[in-house]
């Protein structure tokens, strides 16, 4: 149960509006006549506060990532990362093969930090035209670990980047458990829109089926983004099957109360951070300090064994002979009761 | 109504397969422990009587198209396709955008021939290393005019290929189309499987939300796939989406009838047809001779204007002035009713 | 003796430039500490007659073509060019292995008409983002069947390249030659370099070791030439060889004469056309109308194999059976002699 | 005049080689027809014990490295090497621009151990489809910061490599001064052509005007080398230039002493071996412990500035505000005097 955040299908306002708009004929490819992507694009551009950003939607999170950082990057660029970052480790060199290169730092905690950044920008400024240059800085949030970005945080590597003219890419696979997140201090979508080049807000991994929202505002990425999703294989014939789940998530309720879309992020987080207080108080050991829906935790394999034979968890690294980090996920169809049956487990292992 | 087969949603009995279950939890990426794309998998293994290929799901035709193509190719070879392939036109270069070349013959009508395709391969190998060498030959059915191919036209050209020993690779974003067409003239999936290094099964364009099952039987492309889907970001993570549709399509019904893949590409061709009789009779001038779900027919203007305002069509070739190619496409969704329609308005147009 | 202007060393001036300064020490890479690479720099600007332009030197002409060209265009971008140009036909993909596209116009003589370009325009923004846009133009000059662009020519394509805003790239790996034709009809470098947002001077196939210089006035060239040259493989570390021979080759003898470069191409040009005239009068015939240093005469496979023997020469097409075209090309080093001998030889066969 | 080795031209032999040879006709890439390549083949198959290789020319180390690396290695793997690797940090990530992955190493010393390699191979190999797997080892000889193999260390890592099946590529830009170093250790160019699956022979630094050989064993780069070299623009049309001045280079003299490539190499490195002693003697403290032409000491910046001026160095790393590591290169062309002049300011400096 706590493998991962796209075990399930849809949340079941999301499901619902694909049932209910399934009959209507929508243009393809998301453009002008698809009324649902036309809606959620106007939602999203409400939420991020800006209507000078154009919004684009992808069929999964490495799709975003290499159209994104490829198309904010000329062919002798790199992109800036911490070394655990996903395009650097995860996605089977996706964006060396589009040319490009990745330019890790030696930061070990998924935070990107204007001090390690700059080094990279001065080693690889160093020799001229015989380095990759620095072309655009990636940092995702949550990171690879389940940290978050606070503003201030958040603004130092910003302020970094615009002190070299380089554009902030922002991988928002997990953004929404980011910015409902307590650790959050501060960083607000509207944020997030107003000072990155390019980000995406992650459907797949909280309510939709798939597809992940790109916000562009960066001139040359808005100018390419369209023939690069073609070229690049990530456009959908049916891009209404995209519009119609963006629009359900970021529809207000009559009521006017919250998106869904932030209230499934909400939810995960907090089974989570209940998940990880549990596991705490019997004497588990965290690694790192998660504020949002991933946790990961110590343990010996016999105990990851039995957590994943009663519960589903997985092994994300090897520490040891018998030493393991286990992660745990909640999502947005994690229930309590899928907590208590956990934590009930742990106190038989602890 | 007729602007293209992509324009609704799922096929009602796809779409009720994602909701009975969308609660059920899946492994991640159409992997081990996903039952859905494994049952998928088994299906369509056995309507391809064979259980030595690998089956793999792609979120569309152009992903499709990139990973398998690019897959049967080194870096210094090339595609022969016909002049008017969808990778040639209409894919922003997608496969140049892999470094790879297309080399296309001077057929006019979308079918590849052995002539052609021999005066390419003669010419591509005269100067040894200064030019692309052939590597694969790329074919689709239905192709681009609606055009199936019938046994004969498809072994001769898979002949030719074996007597280079290019692999062939078969796009079938509307195989379901060409294969249920009254044209089919003995060319089965059976022997689509049995011909070709690679080939897809299109879902997008009939019936299901997204996706496309690719059939793969060449070592080389076998070994390469699950590496290239990740790295040019076609891969899903939660792959259940693919593999619950293509289940629900290929499975069985309880009373032994046919697959309802099959029965919704016949549904939308016979409609198409009778669209076609319909028109020809009126004295419409169909543009090739398409026994498929795709009709094409030269018109004037204010007639192509007419029938986009109440019915839908799309404009694909200009001819001139005044005289215009329109696209007019059936789909599972079009109903008889709609045809009904459409023939009426012809009446007065013609 | 014909079959190619590549066969020999260097001119002797250009060799005895590379003598006398070979225990020199420069810096690498042609960059500053490279009094030679300077020089040429300077002495070729001054040819050109402007400032404000950047040369930089390339190993060939396939490396230059491939700098420049995929320079120009962004990712999604194509060249428009005839179909016999050298990127699309004798440069093994050189330009879909840097994710570029090439646009075959369907010219068929080896000059790119502003007609057919307009139509692969039209043709290509068509449906938008789902087609490779058209980023550059590409023309060599002299063609592949070694045609000269007037001025009136040139500027009509170029007057077409700017109302579309494309750059023209001008292949330049026989430039001398074909601004020293009687053909020329008032094109100068000057006039090239006023409007080409790239071009080169094609040192290889007049009279040096190896090397082109490219001149480059384009912005975004300008700014990634540097880096592509690194990144593609173009880069020599003793860049002084080629500063060396482009100084050589474009220096002016103390008399205030041509400077050699001029000469060199000169004398190819007057053997080539004697050759030419000489066998015109005994009745073979030429194919195409080439003012320049290579010439193509239709024959008989035994009259070919006959020259091939005596006096060396290349097959250029199979017309049929028994009837080839052959080309005979002349360089710096070709002597009258060499004419005199291979018209001895023709008058028998004619 | 410490600067590099290759400020100069050509050693005196090679020059007189192509003078020599300079009207000659040869075919041109190299190929058939070509007697001064082919001859070059010959010698350099002799040299290495195997005349089941291909040897190939190429015009410098970047476009070598490029072309052996990205042709041994499939869309979706990529190269070990040690962090400092020359592919990964000094070539503008051209090796990204191939479309392949560049695996760096925490090996801090340039030399790529077993243990640091299988720490990459088992992580790049933990989640299968997910990561790029190693598909080849990549090391040079000498190191970047001119260390030397010996064969016990250059089988350690070629075992590890061939327990995974993954082939060696050895770049070899200054394989001459490694293989006559002291320091070899037994290790020859026959045992490198025995257990390479591809390595060169660098011509550039060692008294070439340009040009490495490649020597390959391996069938898949064997096979793809030619199409390779032209689609990356590192195909010569004079190819002679290169056969010339390896003919020359590794021609035996008629007393059957050393061909001149072998005593070349050891000139220059007998002058920076005396280089090194004299300035350790001294006082000054040498960066890491070069045995090869090459040689690096820590000093202050004044000092520095004291032998840049006088006699050229490189600044080869900063290490702090006073303290930089200065590069002293010895090549063909250096004499005794230079190295006595370089001593004396020494010996004032210290």
Known sequence: MFRNDYSEGAAPEVLSALVATNDEQSAGYTE???????????????????????????????????????????????AVCTRDAHINVHETGAVAACGRTVLPTDDADGFLTPEAAERVWRFQTSTGRHMTRPGCVYISNTTELGG??????????????????????LDGARLGSALTSPAAGGLTLEHVAERC???????????????????????????SFPFLQKERG???????????????????PADGGEAIYWRLARSAN???????????????EPYGD???????????????????????CETFYKLGEDRVVARFVCSW??????????????AKLA
Chains 1, 2, 3, 4 share one sequence.
Not at 43 to 51: E, M, P, Q
Not at 203 to 216: P, Q
């Open 32 to 78: 002008e006549g698809d009324a649902h992507s036309e809606r959620a694009r106007e939602l999203i551009r409400a939420a991020c506060g800006r209507d000078d950003v154009d919004v684009e939607f992808c069929v999964g999170g490495t799709s975003a990532n290499v159209i994104g950082v490829t198309g904010l990057l000329r062919d002798w660029e790199g």
């Open 148 to 169: 978050v970005w606070d503003r201030a945080r958040f603004d130092a590597i910003c302020d970094w980047a615009d002190s070299h003219d380089l554009p902030v890419f």
């Open 197 to 223: 080049g390019a980000f995406y807000i992650g459907g797949t991994k909280n309510g939709l089926l798939l597809g992940e929202a790109m916000v562009i505002s960066h001139p040359r990425l808005r100018e």
């Open 234 to 252: 990530g456009l959908l014939a049916k891009g209404r099957v995209l519009g119609v789940q963006f629009e359900a998530a970021f529809e207000r």
């Open 270 to 284: 907090e089974r989570a951070l209940r998940l990880r207080d549990g596991l705490v108080r019997m004497g588990f």
């Open 290 to 312: 998660s504020p949002s829906n991933q946790q990961f935790f110590v343990m010996s394999a016999a105990q990851r064994d039995a957590f994943e034979a009663a519960c589903g």
């Open 333 to 346: 169809a994690t229930r309590d009761a899928d907590v208590d049956e956990l934590l009930e487990l742990a």
